[in-house]
C-alpha cells in the first residue's frame, strides 16, 4: 500500500503510477473463523455463517517495472486543527458488543484520539490498533479516550475481534472501533480517498472542548507511532495547564519548557 510521512502527501517524480495492489492467498483466509459469534443484543441472534471480509484491491498496477509513486486522491479540506472537531453518531464493536458512540460525548469530560485506517482484515492495521489497545491505561492516566474508525461494518469489526492475534486478528480490544460504513466520518476528517473508497491514516487529537489541536495523516503503507501520539498529548496538556508556556521540539514531561518571548526564551536557549 502506498504511503506518505504526516500530515504531508508525498509525490513521485517518476510519472508513472504504482499503487500497491492487495492479493490474500486462500489458505491465509482459513485462518479466520468461519462463525461470527453475534452480541445477544443484535436481533436475538447467537451466531451467523460468516465468509471473511477478502480486501478488494486498492489500486492497480500500471507496467511490471513501474516505480513507486504514492499519490492518492484524498480530501482536500481546509486544516482542521484548532477547529471544532466535526461530530458524529455511529455504531461500533466494544467488549464484543454494538454499541453507538457520539464524539459529542466526550465533550467537557476527556480528551479524544481519533484514528482512522484502511480496513478489516489487513496487515498495517492490525499492529497499530492492538498497539493502541495493549497501552490503553495510559491515555486512560491522561483522562483520554481512544476510537479507531474505518469503514467496513460493525459485524466485519466483530469478526476480527474474535479472531486471535496470531492468525492477523485483534483479539479483545479495550476501545471502540467505530464502522463508517457511509464514509461521512472520513469524509468529514478529509481522509476519505474518494476513488478507493478507503481512509488514509488520519489520527486527530481533540481536547475535553471538543477543538481538535494535532493531527497527522500517514498514506497508507505507513503505520503510526503510539509513543508520538502520547507524547504529543501530554505537551498539548501541559500547554493548555501552563498557557503562558510552550513546547519545544521533543519536549516530554519535566523537561524545560520554554516562554514565547524575545527576552524570556533565551533562559531556555542559554540552558540548551
Request: net charge neutral.
Amino acid at each position: 500500500m502506498a504511503c506518505s510521512a504526516a500530515s504531508t502527501t508525498l509525490l513521485s517524480s517518476n510519472p508513472r503510477v504504482f499503487i500497491t495492489k492487495f492479493s490474500i492467498s486462500t489458505s491465509s483466509i482459513s485462518n479466520y473463523p468461519q462463525t461470527l459469534a453475534v452480541p445477544k443484543s443484535f436481533s436475538g441472534l447467537h451466531k451467523v455463517p460468516f465468509q471473511p471480509q477478502v480486501p478488494r484491491s486498492i489500486s492497480s498496477t500500471r507496467g511490471s517495472h513501474s516505480k513507486r509513486s504514492f499519490l492518492v486522491k484524498a480530501s482536500s479540506e481546509l486544516p482542521l486543527v484548532g477547529n471544532t472537531a466535526p461530530d458524529f453518531e455511529a455504531e461500533a464493536v466494544f467488549d464484543q458488543e454494538f454499541i453507538k458512540v457520539k464524539l459529542s460525548q466526550y465533550i467537557g469530560k476527556k480528551y479524544v484520539i481519533l484514528f482512522f485506517y484502511p480496513l478489516d482484515f489487513t496487515f498495517v492495521c492490525p499492529t497499530e490498533i492492538t498497539a493502541f489497545s495493549d497501552r490503553h491505561d495510559e491515555f486512560e492516566k491522561l483522562n483520554t479516550e481512544i476510537l479507531g474508525v474505518s469503514i467496513d461494518s460493525v459485524f466485519s469489526h466483530l469478526a476480527w475481534v474474535q479472531t486471535d492475534r496470531k492468525s492477523g486478528g485483534l483479539g479483545d480490544l479495550k476501545y471502540p472501533l467505530i464502522s463508517d460504513v457511509t464514509k461521512s466520518i472520513s469524509k468529514s476528517y478529509g481522509v476519505l480517498i474518494h476513488d478507493q473508497g478507503i481512509a488514509l491514516r488520519g489520527l486527530f487529537i481533540i481536547d475535553k472542548e471538543g477543538i481538535i489541536q494535532h493531527s497527522t495523516i500517514n498514506n497508507l503503507a505507513i503505520g503510526r507511532s503510539v509513543d508520538e501520539t502520547k507524547r504529543t498529548l501530554q505537551a498539548l496538556q501541559y500547554v493548555q495547564e501552563n498557557p503562558d508556556e510552550v513546547c519545544p521540539a521533543g519536549w516530554k514531561p519535566g523537561e524545560k519548557s520554554m516562554k514565547p518571548d524575545p527576552k524570556l526564551s533565551k533562559e531556555y536557549f542559554s540552558a540548551i
